[in-house]
């Protein structure tokens, strides 16, 4: 009987059919780095990103700007994955501390318990579940920072998984929240939009060239009482948002507005501007005279935000120094990981 239970408690990996794993769920190997070293390497000197994992960017740029001594007290403002967390850890040296924030429970938890491993512990890091725009609530705590860094990006371990539903390549509830404990999904976004409202969202959020004809397809289709609750019901009403255009165009035409479309849906059921806009206004205040902060971007709007920011409060005389031009990956670092490409750092310096 007890041999029975402990069989039924046993659950085999999920099987895939032919030689290579395709979905998420499969990549079993993948979604366990640190018990298959060799195949996660293999997958990432492909170019790709392994499933689960995040592949830290501009590491060696951030780095070299922040400036890290032992001893100093900063925040991971976007833990994610914390590969940045790590490697700002290791220029501690075991003295200071370093804060770091997730508004997402789900992969915080999984960081958390993964950094403690690698001997980073309460000691040296204080993860807390918080939106980088209420920073100043753990600066009081802290006295200050002596560096920031904000990564702008969504996580590969969120945009992999198709249970959140950040990617039309696969099915999946049309989600799009980073925390999925609060606020509303993209689906039910979706129900209460006007068409001027999601052209609008569109246009401003990811510059959708075909705004109008994709919002009257959204808006058709839910009058019509056909739902758009999953990823790929999104895409299949691009697609026929986009059917007027010739045959050669459509493919490439779909792939591109899918990913603005669900770029422009993950910003507004974020909040991810007014966020960005309330960090930037408040980081002059949370840094130590001198203090160092890197933003990474990921498109030209948020790009637009840091740089007007940080221009403004260097007149104001907040900042000493800002970024006159964007830093951005290596060659050799994009062709490591494709999705560094559309990267751009920007700095400041405290007064």
Known sequence: MEQQEKQEQHKRRVRYKGTHPKTYKEKYKELQPE??????????????TPAGMHLSICVKEILEFLQ?????????????YGGHTKEMLKCLEGRGHLYALDVDTIEMEKTRKRLLEQGFGPEILTIRHL???DMDQVAEEAGGFDFVLADLGVSSMQIDNPDRGFTYKFEGPLDLRLDPSRGVTAAERLKEVSF???????VENSDEPYAEEIARAVLKEQ??????????????????????????????????????????LRIDVNSEFEVLY??????????KPGGRAAILTFHSGEDRLVKKSF?????????SEVA??????SAEECARNSRAKSTKMRWAVKA
């Open 35 to 48: 018990k298959y070293a060799d195949t996660v390497e293999h997958v990432i000197k492909k170019g790709s």
């Open 68 to 80: 890290i001594k032992p001893g100093q007290v900063g925040l991971d403002a976007t833990l994610g």
């Open 131 to 133: 939106n980088f725009a």
């Open 196 to 202: 001027e409202e999601l052209t609008g969202m569109l």
């Open 223 to 264: 009058k019509d009482g056909r739902d758009i609750s999953t990823t790929t019901r999104l895409k299949e009403v691009i697609e026929k948002a986009l059917s007027f255009l010739p045959a050669s165009e459509q493919k490439e035409a779909v792939k591109k507005s899918c990913q603005r479309t669900f770029q422009a």
């Open 278 to 287: 309330a960090f930037l206004e408040k980081l002059p205040g949370v840094l």
């Open 311 to 319: 221009k403004q409060l260097k007149k104001e005389g907040l900042y």
């Open 324 to 329: 006159e031009d964007v830093i951005r990956p």
